[in-house]
């Protein structure tokens, strides 16, 4: 929660465990972007958009993660956590954007003056998780009733932030572990931003271009490389 003029607050449980810790990384992200804004910026350009809200605490979720298997010596708990990196990345990377792709059919169907009976908003949703995890996934029937207690689909075209949102965050988590110092000034600079600039022109000063394939590609590369360490380690 952040009030203009007054630090960040963090306000949540914590017994200790391995999300806990997670979620205070996260939600650290959240309050240092906050805290650089509010800090930098009038009170009307301090406010980021949706745009780029979840990338910085993603980044602090990646970055933990990195450091955590860096660390991990039992190799239980390493394949542990590259698990749930993994599905993570599955969650909001590849579910988001299907998610995304139902939305899009589903409201240029309603532009087009389609009726759509509950029957066939059933029929795009199954056919879309069929070709999001292929053939290698048993898929219950009852995943075609999934969408209507999806609350975001209720807030037209959300979700697809999510799957930009990690896209940037893991391009930026690379940087910042390969590249060091100058590019760690370079986004904190960015996040100093607040909502001054429009989203797409104020990732590209971290050096991520969402209009850009490859921003994408090195997300599914960053993707296919854990599951290769994941198959290492089984």
Do not use: C
């Not at 988001?96 to 899009?104: G, N, P, W």
């Not at 910042?176 to 960015?190: A, E, F």
């Amino acid at each position: 929660m952040g009030v203009y003029g007054i630090h960040p607050f963090v306000l949540l449980n914590f017994v200790g465990d391995k999300r806990d810790v997670s979620t205070i990384a996260h939600e650290l992200g959240h309050s240092m972007h906050s805290y650089y804004a509010d800090s930098s910026q009038n009170i009307i350009n301090s406010s980021y958009t949706i745009m780029v809200a979840e990338v910085a605490s993603t980044v602090n979720e990646l970055l933990l993660s990195h450091y955590q298997l860096e660390n991990e010596t039992d190799k239980t708990k390493k394949k542990i956590l590259l698990y749930e990196l993994l599905e993570m990345i599955r969650a909001t990377f590849f579910r988001q954007s299907m998610f995304a792709e139902f939305e899009k059919i589903v409201h240029t169907k309603v532009e087009s003056e389609v009726s759509l009976s509950a029957e066939d908003l059933n029929t795009i949703y199954f056919d879309l998780n069929k070709k999001y995890f292929g053939g290698d996934i048993i898929l219950d029937e009852q995943i075609k009733y999934e969408w209507a207690r999806i609350p975001h689909f209720y807030s037209n075209f959300y979700v697809y932030k999510y799957a930009t949102g990690i896209s940037a965050a893991i391009n930026i988590a690379n940087n910042i572990i390969n590249k060091g110092d100058l590019y760690i000034s370079k986004y904190i600079n960015m996040l100093k931003q607040g909502g001054n600039m429009k989203s797409i022109e104020l990732l590209k000063m971290v050096d991520v271009d969402l209009e850009a394939e490859e921003t994408y590609v090195n997300t599914i590369k960053f993707y296919e490389a854990k599951i290769e360490e994941l198959k290492e380690l089984l």
